[in-house]
């Protein structure tokens, strides 16, 4: 079994900055693919960033430039959002997969004026 646990989302204005963390813990295995999801009221779970320790980075079209994933060690992956707008409010889920995915409970980020 893995836990993750979420921090970090808010409430920020359009153009403004977050930084959401997730740290894994359970049995953890360091070959693992973490990233994030998001999902807007209404709308299908989006796969917003992903990363792996034998791939580069990979972004959904929408938050390319804007947005960065990094790995401080096998359990811990960070999204740095900068340039916030609107369409990026969204409930936002921690991800990590090993043969079998698990979620967070997902931190709530909120880009309005």
């Known amino acids: 079994q893995v836990q993750l646990v979420e921090s970090g989302g808010g409430l920020v204005q359009p153009g403004g900055s977050l930084r959401l963390s997730c740290t894994a813990s359970?049995?953890?295995?360091?070959?693992?693919?973490m990233g994030w999801y998001r999902q807007a009221p209404g709308k299908q779970r989006e796969l917003v960033a992903t990363?792996?320790?034998?791939?580069?980075p990979s972004y959904t079209d929408s938050v390319k430039g804007r947005f960065t994933i990094s790995r401080d060690n096998a359990k811990t992956v960070t999204l740095q959002m900068n340039s916030l707008k609107p369409e990026d409010t969204a409930v936002y889920y921690c991800?990590?997969?090993?043969?079998?995915?698990?979620w967070g409970q997902g931190t709530q980020v909120t880009v309005s004026s």
């Open positions: 359970g049995s953890i295995f360091s070959l693992n693919t």
């Open positions: 991800y990590y997969r090993f043969n079998v995915e698990y």
């Open positions: 990363t792996s320790s034998w791939t580069t």
